[in-house]
């Protein structure tokens, strides 16, 4: 099973959301070249697991709803940016600006309960975002014509637990299916 661990966004903040990604689109014209995430699928990644075999998903389905010691709290998204950091942009993100380090401290929880079961992460260092778009070709050009289109908050959430869901990829796009919840308590 394809698994991941991520934070849930309310229906306030995908309509957000999805009025920036019109003003994105907006600033970059009529460019095919970019595919926009729909807002319904859109998540915070805490951590991606990949292919777990069955027999061991028992375990981490009792691991992720078992309550989380963290009070809950809120985050705001805010800054556009992409990745990679020079050169023709790949991916379209935005950023979060208060609770990223409260989204950080609750990553590494998660991270500690995963990794207690074996599951080994991606080494890399975690910055909370939202990928809102990914290029199919692009130019270094539409670096800063992108990132001019929004600075200012685009919108808030109440973090108050984390999903474990089981994503199945099709030419449809991703399904996903939440498997277990923990609260933040």
Known sequence: MRLFVALDLDDDARGAIAALQHRVTQALGVDRSIKMIDPARMHV???FLGEIAERDVPAIVDALSVSIDTRPFAAEFQGLG????????????LGVGPGESEIVRLQREVAARLECLGVTLEPRPFHPHLTLARWRTSRPADRERVLSAESRAVARVNVDHVTLYQ????????AYTALARATLT
């Open 167 to 174: 994503s199945r990829l099709s030419p449809a796009g991703p």
């Open 45 to 47: 990644t805490l951590a």
């Open 82 to 93: 992409v990745f990679p950091p020079r050169g023709a942009p790949r991916v379209l993100w």
